[in-house]
């Protein structure tokens, strides 16, 4: 069973707009977030993280959002770029559990 | 340092034959994971090492995967017999100190082909 769940698999969106990930969970118990980004025929990076003590994180042009009550979190990238273009997965992780959940990730394409 | 390093990167394989992927990690690094990644369930985690022993392998598929980590700087997935259904990139990752906090390096990936 999916415990994290990553909809609209695909985005497009023009260089200099902003893209929006979103991002569900289902397990309570969860307390860390990541999200990851993965070029073709490489491993997946780690990109920005969010413990569950904070509703937000920026670093640089992107920025992770966390509204616990609804189990739910997004990434914003702002400004877009060609760069950005990616598959982006987001994670998740519970306090004393050594496993990291993922989603199935997002294909992001920024058109110039 | 080198990352994590995987080999193959590429494996083309024939329906019972027997597979083995490759792992180096990152040198000092005390955790081993094991990952498929497949279009239907995205990544899902297979098994991890911590100091070369296995701590949870819930994700093996079945017991036709077994996995070995003999050093600290060595790890394998075997698949024997493989079935077309293994099909997948498998990827191998390694962090210093596992917490919820702590970041996972990915390799590039073994892109598995079994025909």
């Known amino acids: 069973d999916q415990q994290v769940k990553q909809n609209s698999p695909s985005l497009s969106v023009q260089e200099g707009r902003i893209s929006i990930l979103n991002c569900d969970y289902t397990?309570?118990?969860?307390?860390?977030f990541l999200w990851y980004k993965k070029y073709p025929a490489e491993g997946p990076t780690f990109l920005i993280s969010?413990?569950?003590?904070?509703d937000k994180n920026e670093d640089g042009r992107f920025t992770v959002f966390l509204n616990k009550s609804a189990k739910h979190l997004s990434l914003h990238i702002v400004p877009s770029q060609p760069g950005d273009s990616a598959v982006y997965f987001c994670?998740?992780?519970?306090?004393?559990?050594?496993?990291?959940?993922f989603g199935k990730g997002n294909q992001v394409v920024v058109i110039p | 340092d080198a990352g994590v390093i995987q080999s193959p990167r590429h494996e083309v394989t024939e329906m019972g034959q027997e597979v083995t992927l490759r792992c180096k990690p990152i040198?000092?690094?005390?955790?081993l994971f094991w990952y498929r990644q497949t279009m239907m369930r995205g990544l899902e985690l297979l098994i991890y090492?911590?100091?070369?022993?296995?701590?949870?392998d819930s994700g093996m598929p079945e017991d036709r995967f077994s996995a070995k980590m003999p050093n600290a700087s060595f790890s394998t997935l075997k698949i024997q017999p493989s079935e077309p259904r293994d099909s997948a990139v498998y990827f191998c990752?390694?962090?210093?100190?596992?917490?919820?906090?702590?970041?996972?390096?990915f390799g590039p990936g073994t892109r598995l082909t079994v025909l």
């Open positions: 990752a390694s962090s210093l100190l596992v917490s919820s906090t702590d970041t996972q390096y």
């Open positions: 397990n309570s118990m969860f307390d860390y």
């Open positions: 969010i413990s569950s003590i904070k």
């Open positions: 090492f911590n100091n070369n022993v296995p701590i949870d």
């Open positions: 040198s000092g690094h005390d955790y």
């Open positions: 994670a998740a992780s519970a306090k004393g559990n050594n496993r990291l959940a």
